[in-house]
């Protein structure tokens, strides 16, 4: 089945303990996206890579890290998360045809920086 | 001013309805356009690319307006299952900012019986 998966679904963490939460995707898309959705504040983009070793930033990348070593994984790293980082985290990839970008979304991961 | 806006909803209306949302963008040069559907804080699941020339799908339309720099959707014969929030997304052309994908807020319909 193509999908994009996410792991952890759901994290509860302390603030300043590096956290990993990793993307995976078995499509061969060659563009992967990371976003937060917070209320009132809808999807914001944190770190896109267009392909194996091109990374960019999106509008939120403060905090976050990303690397793209493989095509198929994405991880998004925080490595002191803060309370302003509790947000469910989304990951999303495409095919890329030109300018188009049609995303297909991983469930989600609900994070909580206590 | 944000770079994407959408009308805020919600929308209320009764199941067979005719209902449009509209999304204004800012940026000229923004180049690909979609609508995406959000099942309460579950992944967004893209519903409609938006081309220039407008196109549909079944009871959805969407038209793409560049001169006045904004998209709409249509949905006719509203269905219990249409209730969502709908999020307009704008990606922009340049190389330099080719993959930055802004969202619209959203707009939450419910379809009532």
């Known amino acids: 089945e193509a999908q994009v998966t996410q792991n952890p679904r759901y994290l509860i963490t302390v603030t300043g303990k590096k956290l990993t939460v990793t993307c995976s995707q078995n499509?061969?898309?060659?563009?992967m996206s990371w976003y937060r959705q917070d209320p009132g504040l809808g999807l914001r983009q944190i770190y896109y890579?267009?392909?194996?070793?091109?990374?960019d930033k999106g509008d939120v990348p403060e905090g976050y890290k990303v690397s793209r070593k493989e095509k198929r994984n994405f991880p998004l790293i925080l490595e002191s998360p803060s309370p302003n980082q509790t947000s469910l985290y989304f990951c999303?990839?495409?095919?890329?045809?030109?300018?188009?970008?049609?995303?297909?979304f991983g469930p989600g991961t609900r994070l909580t920086v206590t | 001013r944000k770079e994407v806006e959408q009308d805020p909803g919600p929308f209320n209306v009764p199941e067979g309805a005719t209902v449009a949302f509209n999304c204004t963008y800012s940026n000229s040069a923004s180049q690909s356009f979609f609508w995406y559907r959000q099942d309460c804080r579950k992944e967004p699941k893209l519903l409609m690319s938006?081309?220039?020339s407008g196109n549909e799908d079944g009871r959805f339309t969407a038209q793409l307006n560049r001169a006045s720099q904004y998209i709409s959707l249509l949905i006719r014969d509203s269905k219990l299952s249409d209730s969502a929030t709908y999020l307009c997304?704008?990606?922009?052309?340049?190389?330099?900012?080719?993959?930055?994908?802004?969202f619209g807020d959203g707009t939450t319909l419910t379809v009532k019986p």
């Open positions: 938006v081309y220039s």
């Open positions: 999303a990839s495409s095919p890329r045809q030109g300018f188009t970008y049609e995303q297909y």
């Open positions: 499509m061969n898309h060659e563009y």
């Open positions: 890579s267009m392909n194996v070793e091109v990374t």
């Open positions: 997304v704008v990606n922009k052309a340049h190389n330099t900012n080719a993959g930055k994908s802004t």
